[in-house]
């Protein structure tokens, strides 16, 4: 998190519960403009499976359990997916996405970016996952062969809680581990946040986050570039734990 949501008066809190790989880690960040309620923003990513998973590390996550999650928190809020809600497991890898999508659409997810792995069955099964969706897949950065954004999603979406007006941007790396395929092609992530930043500005926001599939170095060096991102949603570094990192104070 940046120093520069403290500037915009809008205090910040980010907190990590434990959850599985395969459903990704939920976090969450509270803005609170002076003297207004609250929003909160939950995030979880890599969403390969349906039921919880048990393994040596015991009993994780499951989509039960991220329902629960997101309707015991009170008030305002938006969920978020970070990506890759195909592969990964067997079961992602037979049923490609589609029961994640289904399932999704139920809890329900608000806003979703793309990880490399939701390419890994082809770029038609992607738009039909997206086609799929009653939730809003965004890009900042993957475009399409006719070079507008891949899917025709928005570049980015601006959604207002309780008066605070809150801009998320998606952004994906690392999509030479992937499919190849000349109908998607990714842009460099930092030109491409600061592209979709400049026009967050102008629609006048009072926060910006980004939702990443990249290493945490790539989004460190991301808030570095960009200070108007005051908070980053990234891709999982362990299976059992959340982490938490401040950038710039």
Do not use: C
């Not at 008066?9 to 519960?17: K, P, T």
């Not at 770029?123 to 809003?136: A, C, D, G, H, W």
Request: no cysteine.
């Amino acid at each position: 998190m940046n120093k520069t949501a403290r500037s915009l008066g809008i205090a910040l809190l980010a907190v990590g519960l434990a959850f599985p790989a395969w459903i990704g880690s939920i976090s969450s960040v509270r803005a609170e403009a002076s003297g207004s309620p609250s929003v909160s923003l939950l995030y979880f990513n890599d969403g390969h499976e349906i039921s919880p998973v048990i393994d040596k590390l015991g009993t994780r996550g499951g989509v039960a359990r991220i329902k629960t999650l997101v309707d015991s928190v009170a008030g305002e809020k938006i969920v978020a997916f970070g990506g890759d809600l195909g592969g990964g497991t067997l079961f992602g890898g037979v049923f490609k996405g589609h029961p994640m999508v289904e399932a999704f659409n139920r809890l329900p997810v608000d806003v979703a970016n793309f990880g490399q792995h939701d390419f890994d069955a082809g770029v038609p099964n992607t738009l039909e996952l997206i086609k799929n969706s009653r939730f809003q897949w965004i890009s900042s950065n993957l475009i399409g062969s006719d070079g507008k954004p891949f899917g025709q999603v928005p570049e980015y979406v601006v959604m207002e809680k309780q008066g605070i007006r809150i801009g998320i941007l998606g952004l994906t790396s690392a999509m030479e581990t992937t499919m190849r395929d000349e109908r998607v092609k990714s842009l460099n992530v930092i030109e491409s946040a600061q592209k979709a930043v400049d026009k967050l500005k102008q629609s006048k926001v009072d926060l910006i986050v980004a939702l990443t599939q990249e290493p945490v170095a790539d989004d460190k060096a991301l808030l570095a570039a960009i200070p108007d991102i005051q908070a980053v949603f990234t891709e999982e570094e362990a299976e059992e734990k959340s982490f938490v990192y401040e950038v710039d104070g």
